[in-house]
DNA sequence: CTGTCATTGTAAACTAACTGACAATTAGTG
DNA sequence: CACTAATTGTCAGTTAGTTTACAATGACAG
């Protein structure tokens, strides 16, 4: 029964609709679960043999820290993104981790070198992944090259539709988004300080754009943004 | 005659490396050629039906073009690279363009349609084509992570570093890049004015550093930047 | 209910980098 | 060879955003 479940929460993802229940099986029989709540840190693993893995449920942060001890962020993973070396090339870069948004995290992951012999047999499941990769790079780069060349103000609006976009619940023009990130992360996703990030919402709210708190994020019109 | 060139022309892609004589006839029947000198605009043709490209020589730099007609650029392919839409996905942006670097541009293509095919018959090509999507992502997310918390000088110091690496001559610690790009470019791939990368460029000098001149940058002690 | 720690709020001093404006130099073309 | 356009050099004024520092608020454990 345990295993049962343990096959559903790979097929659930889209890329992996297309298989059959034996090449579900061949990826499974070494799937690994992990569970974590919040502010937990989540290390992949470099001594074990590389892998791929799925977040099934909540939200992470990719992150690495330099020389300094400075916490960058690298990347949010939602629901359902696959997330680990999508270039399928080991790499021992140590600093590398990823921590907890959300008290209900929940991620499978199999190995590497699996995935990999799954690919060759099924060149049309190669071809669904080189897209979602191709996508995921599309996605970044956009991102940073609006990150980099507008100003503080426009970088901030632009997470924000970006966010509401990709997990607001919309109603009307109005969108909720549940607030799983600090005002400090939001500030190293949009590469800015922190105090920044907190004037830059504060005026929001006194302009009505949106209501702030720890929860929640509600922005009244998506499109005045 | 003229045909074996065109083969010759794609076979010489590591990637294509593992495919048949017939396979590559198979992309190459509809396989379009272009040439190109400096200043050139290379339009990806939206009307056509989409096209993956491979630059066989020379430089070429992708610009995209917003609303003010402000040029940023996107990316620089190098002799050898694979441009284009590299997710598969047809993308109606056409404010994107390619605009020749060097005098001595030559591109050549084949449609998406048949590339595609190509990978679904051939597993091993698309697990290649996937790691190469993936190398990109990687790269394009760790110079952008570069570029975004330093500051300006360390920005182009890590640049002149990626370049050198990537394209410069080396013997011992002293390193020359043929230098295709204006300050101006420069000033844009590492986002900052052209003021201020000339400004850095001429300190870099007087501290020998290097040597910046419109054909080559000479580095004498690569360790040193 | 209270103490503690993380998060958010606010302000002043400081600075890197941008903008605009113009001059000097170099490359390419007829 | 001279003319033109592109590239590079230089400067002063301005500004967005950082830094430092501390206060206020909220959340959670015992």
Redesign the interface.
Known sequence: MYDELKYWYIRDHKLFRTLSMSQIKQLCIITGFKKATKGEIIYFSSSDLPRIFLLKKGHIKIV?VDEEGNE?I?DIIQKGDLFG?????T?NQVNEYAKALSDDVTICSFLMSDF?DL??????L??S???F??????R??NS??N???KDARTRLHQFLKDWAESEGIKTENKVVIENYLTQNDIAQII?TSRQTTTHLLNEMEENELLQYNRKEISIPDIRKL
Do not use: Q
């Open positions: 690495t960058t690298k070396e999508l270039t399928l090339e790499d990999e690919l060759l047999r099924n060149p049309s190669a071809l992944y080189t897209k990769v191709g996508l995921k790079l599309k970044i780069r940073y090259s990150l980099i060349f590469c």
